[in-house]
């Protein structure tokens, strides 16, 4: 049984900071491309940040140089530092798992950025 899940969310001041982690669980975790997802209240889901299974990462234009993704494959997890958080990252953000055909989601976590 597959299990990909977050922990790290929670209320945090704008320009402070939050790690986020995903423990995966079931899957050949080193293989796999891995990526955080947000969705905001009323929006679509998107690509917050991605980790190939080689160690090549992409962001979006709007967290690059505040968020860090890494991953540490013998503890089959994935982080996501982010520092400098602004109220327009609060969101519920999602761990996914890429390989091949095969792609899994986690529950969630939420961060909510606000004074």
């Known amino acids: 049984q597959v299990q990909l899940v977050e922990s790290g969310g929670g209320l945090v001041q704008p320009g402070g900071s939050l790690r986020l982690s995903c423990a995966a669980s079931g899957i050949a975790f080193s293989i796999y491309n891995m990526g955080w997802y947000r969705q905001a209240p009323g929006k679509q889901r998107e690509l917050v940040a991605g980790?190939?299974?080689?160690?090549?990462?992409n962001y979006a234009d709007s967290v690059k140089g505040r968020f860090t993704i890494s991953r540490h494959n013998a503890k089959n997890t994935v982080y996501l530092q982010m520092n400098s958080l602004k109220t327009e990252d609060t969101a519920v953000y999602y761990c996914k798992a890429d390989w091949l055909t095969r792609n899994y989601w986690g529950q969630g976590t939420q961060v909510t950025v606000s004074s």
């Open positions: 980790i190939t299974s080689s160690g090549s990462t």
